[in-house]
């Protein structure tokens, strides 16, 4: 029954702000996706134009999904989803561009994307141990194991707190490739496109302090 506590209230709050965070991505992504960016081109050329202008030496691929969108640093990767990559829209380019601004990220040593490139395999780990971990040790009142699966926690949200700084370097770099690309007048839905995008990341945070602090009392209550 300890599933269904009172601490579980803790959660709501953020839960409700990353529907609404997930809901103006698809929103914002709806609208976007419709308006021509004007530039002629492709998000996947695009992509391909502005690489050689910064001297990135990497591969643009399509991939299934709706907003599947990433790089990948490993093999220099440039996944844009379908409905991306073969489209002109200011949503296409403006995710294209974030995407671009990861690889310059990559190229130029960007120290935040090191340090969150480094932790990936620790948190993969230690974020899908965390929860079983917690719980087996509330219900036994091992409360090593429960400080274990809070350590464990505590790394991925330590992995969101990095990851945030990241992304929104990312969009910076993003509009400042489209200012290039796009009319004036166009910035501002690119931009709208970014800043929905950054409050999923925020979101992400929220949830993961939330968890954090109704471990932490958890703990605390288990006798």
Known sequence: ???FDW???ILIPALIFSLIAQGLVNRTWKKTSKIPSDSGITASDFADIVASKEGLFIKVVPVTGVLTDHYNPINKTLALSEEVFHSESIGALS????????????KTGYIPLKVRNSI?????????AALPLFFVGFIFAWKTLMDIGIIFFAGA?????????????ASKRALLILKNYI??????????????????YIAA???ALSQ????LILREARE
Do not use: W, Y
Request: net charge negative; aromatic share 8%; glycine share 4%.
């Open 205 to 207: 945070i929220a949830v």
């Open 212 to 215: 954090l602090i109704r471990l």
């Open 120 to 128: 990936v395999p620790v948190v993969n780990f230690g974020s899908s």
């Open 157 to 169: 949200l330590l992995f969101h707190l990095v990851t945030l700084p990241v992304e929104l370097d």
């Open 95 to 106: 995710i294209c561009a974030h995407e671009l601004g990861h690889a310059i990220q990559h």
């Open 1 to 3: 029954m300890f599933l």
């Open 183 to 200: 009319p004036e007048e166009k910035v501002s839905l690119a931009r709208s496109m970014l800043f929905a995008a950054a409050l999923t």
């Open 7 to 9: 601490t579980f209230l």
